[in-house]
């Protein structure tokens, strides 16, 4: 009998494997993380979603109530998605330690993958998490940036959280479901519309191959009429009536 896996099947079991033995490894169960092993390419059939419009985006910012401390703690989050495009997950896991204030930017492991990125505090970014921080964060010893706003205050258990605080707004204001993701698709297709090279993009999103990548090209439609080709010279014949 043949096993037919899912597409996300191998990529899901190796992430698996690389964060078991590289617990175990510093928890001295093991005396190698064995990353080297883990550290390969996977194809993965991958479906081209759309990317949220820009006006959408601009509506869901728009409805938050900034005066409020969830107001304060939500745009942060969901700016973030819009700049940065990190993932749910990291944007939940993100410490205040990852925030270098002197020099402009964000340090972090991705959680998916294990491996650190780098990435430029904007100003836009940089004004709404010291807002939060400063204005709206309860008083906590957690070494998380964003906590609950009921009491016990603690840290998000994981993206899902994340990514329904950004659904609710758009289930509020009567847009299609979209989840947190989707600002990563954004993030990466405007930045290919606007000529930056792939190899950027992946830089910027944290790939860790332009594979992973290319599925932002497919997203730029401006750029792929143009490599479209015209009918000159093969124009089809009209049937004989």
Known sequence: MVSVFRPKTIP??????????????ENSYTTDSFEGLFD?????????????????????????DRSTILGKRNYAIIMLGIVTGLRAGDVANLKLTDIDWQTGEIRIIQNKTGKPLALPLTKDVGESLSDYII??????KSEN?????????????GGSAVGGIYQAYRKRLGLSAGGFHSLRRALGKNLVTSGAPVTTVAQVLGHSTIENTKQYIALDVLHLKECALDFTGIEPKRCAE
């Open 12 to 25: 899901n079991l190796r992430s698996g494997l690389r964060k078991f033995f590289k617990w175990s490894f």
């Open 40 to 64: 390969f390419t996977v194809a993965i059939e991958r479906k081209i979603y759309p990317a949220p419009l820009p006006d959408e985006i601009s509506l869901v910012l728009d409805s938050i």
């Open 135 to 140: 204005n709206a964060r309860p008083d906590s």
């Open 145 to 157: 940036i964003f906590l609950r706003a009921i009491a016990p205050f603690q840290e998000f258990s």
